[in-house]
């Protein structure tokens, strides 16, 4: 069974830095991509990063510049670094997995881990 744990999240000023992981319980080379959303109070979740298989990478744009997301492969981990945190990235962020051409198919998620930005 699938399991992904976030953890990093917390409380951190406008400016500051997180860094978010992600590990899964399985070789995350089973995953065709593996991404991390977020999901603000009374809006809807929106994808923020995503890392391929083969390892390419896309960032939205409206955290281009601040966030990068990378992988550990031997950990089974992905991260989610975050800087130049500013009030509207204040969000609950969540991992996500997906299988698409490898059985069993699946779309996986994390609990989500909470993110807020405030002074």
Known sequence: QVQLVESGGGLVQPGGSLRLSCAASVNIFSFNDM?????????????????????????????KGRFTISREVAKNTIYLQMNS??????AVYYC??????V?????????????????
């Open 35 to 63: 991404a991390w959303y977020r999901q603000a109070p009374g809006k809807e979740r929106e994808l923020v990063a995503s890392i391929t298989r083969n390892g390419m990478t896309n960032v939205a744009d409206f955290v």
């Open 85 to 90: 945190l500013i009030s509207e990235d204040t």
């Open 103 to 119: 059985v069993p198919f699946g779309d996986y998620w994390g609990q989500g881990t909470q993110v807020t930005v405030s002074s």
């Open 96 to 101: 996500n997995a997906r299988r698409t051409t």
